[in-house]
């Protein structure tokens, strides 16, 4: 017994210097949660609706496409999103079998109705898929949003999935409320489009724009008033190249005006569209669009290779960084409405810290007064494995990188009543060994051998509802079960391996006839 005491204290020494280390300075080491530092909570929800009928425009157009690359005259292509429906219309009745031959490249549109004439087919898009796209875009709108919240530098940040359609986002800290709710809720569809410039601009504004064709706005600014116009472009529908082939954004300056602007870097493939588009329009004019706002219009003077573009327009340096955010991160596949858009003030949040330490250092005090009393000498020894076990508990805090929430510090109240009450199960053990005529030094091992599987099936018990609460808890409800599991591992630790090393280490220098317990 005596001579694991060669290697148990080096160890308890090691895992509490170590310990150390990791949790100083401990309002370094250890971040705060929303409730405790302050921040912004909010609750987006996905119009996945919109999702589906962008994904029913895309494939209208590649079915047109496909159609054209056989040879064929087509009347028109349209889409109806109320029924999920596509509308194919041939000008003879002899093409229908090519269109329906291109159809089979989709097996999730099925064959609803056919005109009456014979030039026309309907197909329906099925259930499955529909749900399938409204999946995907709220999983790619979680991802979408982790990626503009990393890029912004936020600490700890919490965005999940709640529900269906609703995404949550819990931002601590943050400082600058209206600038992450802008960041967050862009849509940042990119769009590269041709300029109309066949038809006129006016008599599309007096209610005649071509099918071919619609009427978007630019936002001008003038900084020396503040006035904020806008003026129109007939575009063409098609857009050109999108925001998908993006590789690179990032902010530059005009080395003329000293104003800032947004450089793009595309991949192979935009790179190759790009050049092909500008080198068959020079002297045309191309329009970059984003989330239906047109932000320039240059001419294309000639071919350009080499997959960079810029955006321009009248930024503030920070609003050039944000875009280059979004940009980065890639556009949300659907738009998002605000549900709930809470901010918790940092008073609000000390106040919680204050009170939450206040209740560890009365329930504490109370703990270590009762216990110390009850089994005097041996009650010190539990309130030093008590001090050690939380000195663990913020070391391993500090080392997983946790963030400390309300519901953590409760975590902490509840694992320092779970230490004590481990102490509690082996000295009332060694009492029962005392009373029945052992020796002081048997009545100490089979009090830690006899309370050890007791204390291990408590604490499993414990760890396994606190793991449970972790893998499907949200927020706070994660940061009681962090602490919990911490809490378990770091009181089984103190409780029966610390307190047995005390126990021991002081039955090595002298023989004890009694027990102050």
């Known amino acids: ?19 150390v280390w990791l949790a100083y300075p401990l309002k ?21 609706e919109k999702a589906v009928e962008a994904s029913l425009e895309r494939l209208a157009d590649e079915i047109k496409r496909g159609i054209n690359e056989k040879d064929l005259e087509v009347d028109r292509v349209k889409v109806s ?54 999946q995907n875009a709220v999983s790619q709108g979680l991802e979408t949003i982790r990626n503009r919240v990393d890029e912004f530098g936020v600490s700890e940040p919490t965005i ?13 800290g943050i400082k600058d409320p209206e ?77 003329d005006f000293n104003e800032p602007y947004v450089s793009l870097n595309f991949n192979s493939v935009g790179a190759m569209i790009f050049q092909q588009v500008t080198r068959e329009n020079i002297k045309k004019r191309l329009a970059i669009v984003l989330d239906g706002n047109v932000y320039s219009a240059p001419v294309i003077q000639d071919e350009i290779a080499g997959g960079r573009a810029q955006i321009t327009g009248s930024f503030t340096s920070e609003e050039a960084r944000d875009l280059a955010i979004i940009l980065r991160a890639g556009a949300l596949p659907a738009p998002v409405v605000i549900l709930e858009n809470r901010t918790v003030g940092p008073s609000l949040g000390q106040d919680s810290i204050n009170k939450g330490v206040t209740s560890i250092i009365y329930g504490g005090l109370l703990v270590v007064a009762f216990i110390a009393v009850y089994y005097k000498l041996s009650g010190i020894i539990a309130v030093t494995a008590l001090f050690l076990n939380i000195v663990l508990l913020a070391g391993a805090l500090a080392y997983f990188g946790a963030s400390l929430t309300l519901p953590g510090i409760a975590g902490i109240i509840l694992t320092v009543g779970m230490a004590i009450d481990a102490n509690v199960l082996v000295f009332e053990r060694i009492r029962e060994e005392i009373r029945i005529g052992k020796t002081v030094r048997a009545a100490i091992e089979a009090g ?62 002298r023989k004890l006839d009694k027990l102050s317990i």
Not at 93 to 104: I, T
Request: aromatic content about 8%; glycine content about 6%; charged content about 25%.
């Open 81 to 134: 999103f109320a029924d999920r429906q596509v509308n194919v219309r041939m000008v003879d009745k002899l093409d229908l079998p090519p269109v329906r031959e291109v159809m089979q490249d989709y097996p999730f549109f099925s064959l609803v109705s056919e005109d009456s004439d014979g030039l026309g087919v309907v197909y329906q898009m099925s259930v499955d898929q529909v749900k399938q796209i409204e």
């Open 28 to 48: 370094e080491k250890i971040s705060l949660g929303l409730d405790l530092q302050g921040g912004m909570h909010l609750v987006l929800e996905v119009k996945v």
């Open 179 to 255: 600038r992450a709710i802008n960041l967050i809720g862009k849509t940042a569809r990119l769009e590269f489009k041709l300029l109309d410039e066949e038809n006129s601009v006016q008599q599309a504004l007096s209610g005649s724009v071509p099918e071919e064709s619609e009427v978007l706005y630019q936002r001008v600014e003038n900084k020396e008033t503040g006035a904020v116009t806008k003026d129109p472009f007939l575009l063409k529908k098609r857009t050109v190249l999108t925001g998908e082939t993006l590789t690179g954004a990032e902010v530059r300056f005009d080395s």
């Open 448 to 509: 830690f051998s006899k309370a050890f599987r007791t204390i291990v099936d408590a604490n499993i018990t414990t760890f396994i509802a606190a793991v449970v609460l972790f893998q499907f808890g949200t927020g706070p409800i994660k940061g009681f079960a962090i602490t919990l599991c911490i809490g378990i591992a770091a009181s089984m630790f103190t409780a029966v391996f610390v307190s047995r090393a005390i126990f021991d280490g002081t039955m090595s220098h």
């Open 1 to 19: 017994m005596y001579r694991d005491l060669k290697w148990k204290i080096p160890l308890i020494l090691a895992v509490v210097l170590g310990a």
């Open 160 to 172: 999940q999935a709640q529900g269906e359609k609703r995404i949550l986002i819990q931002l601590p």
